[in-house]
DNA sequence: CCAAGTGGTATCGTCGCGATACTATTTTAT
DNA sequence: ATAAAATAGTATCGCGACGATACCACTTGG
């Protein structure tokens, strides 16, 4: 049969495609694609992970770009800033109300919903395990941060009902470990054939 | 065991990733991501498909934006333009040796090269397979040109040990069967569960 | 306690990007 | 045949995303 384009073409056609909805979909609000980006990773980093500084190396741009981006953000009122408990320098960002529902609204984009509720469930299966796999080879190949769910994490202690951070010994809320952890580290290899 | 992040939150990680991975890339040259996927979509289109207009759609951005970026990939080197024979509003763009040479040093970006070449061949396929899928359905959801292969397009005529277009019906040279346009159409839906 | 390191912001210049307006050419209607 | 509509592409403007650099406040470690 028709032989199938390499896994990089199609990576780079979808990776356009959603940059180009994401943009759409931002247009209403003023906002553009990493605007969106930012606000879908804070709604989804646990308390280690909802600082500039995280943000920027989750999107692989720089601190003073994405400071900026989160001034923005925070003047439109999309987020909001708490300071740091223990560390007077780091700040924390949370969603407000607008940043929640706009999040709703516009990510992951309407088309890309629809597409991926039609998905057949065992093509949904193949295209979570494949990108997974590819996750794991580009971290080891790169080695940056994983951004991994905190309990998937080599570090996550499960002690009499209770969660903790093996790393920094501090106990876990519950709704911590679903989140993303940026000292998230993968806790083993997959066996490779 | 622990959940899987869903299809969506993996394809914007692997997105960023991507986008970060061709941002450094591109860095040596002075090229943002958008010249090397520019330049990397020329390099993979067909006679109907390398020109402004196609780059643009391809793209999803605007066709003066793109028209700018096309005119300073030119200037610097990397493209040439010829007229079209019969419309002359059109032009068409093809690599220079030098826009080649890059290409080949920057796309894949060198650690994407890595990941894929050390991921096990089950994973390679089952990612295709799923991303070929989701590619599918975001077709058919959001309804824009699907940029495939010439050879798998619907149109696509083998009569006689010649290949032709069903649509324009003119003869395809053996070489540009292979290669990317930007009036494919999918020849059937993938049969859903 | 001082030096080095770290999280974050301010500021500057470049240039990607959409919007708009325009030209030149082709296609379609009448 | 010719006017009108559509199409491929460019020019230009304003905005702001982005990296680079410099800087400040705070923390850490000798």
Redesign the interface.
Known sequence: M?P??????????????????L?SAGAADELEPVHL?AL?YLD?ANAYSNTPLAVAE????TKGNVSQRLIALERAGYLKRTADARDRRVSHLALTAKGRSLLRAAV?PP??R???A??????????????????R??Q???G?RS???C??CRHFVVDGGRYACGLTREPLAAEQTTKICREHAAPELPK??
């Open positions: 028709s199938r384009p390499s896994a990089y073409v199609l990576l780079e056609r979808v990776s356009n495609l959603l940059r180009a909805e943009r980006q879908d989804r989750y999107l692989g741009l992951p088309h890309w629809e597409a991926l039609a998905l057949p469930a065992e093509s949904v299966d193949r295209l979570e395990r494949g990108l997974l796999d590819l996750l080879a580009l080891l190949a790169q940056g951004f991994g769910e309990r998937t490779t054939a």
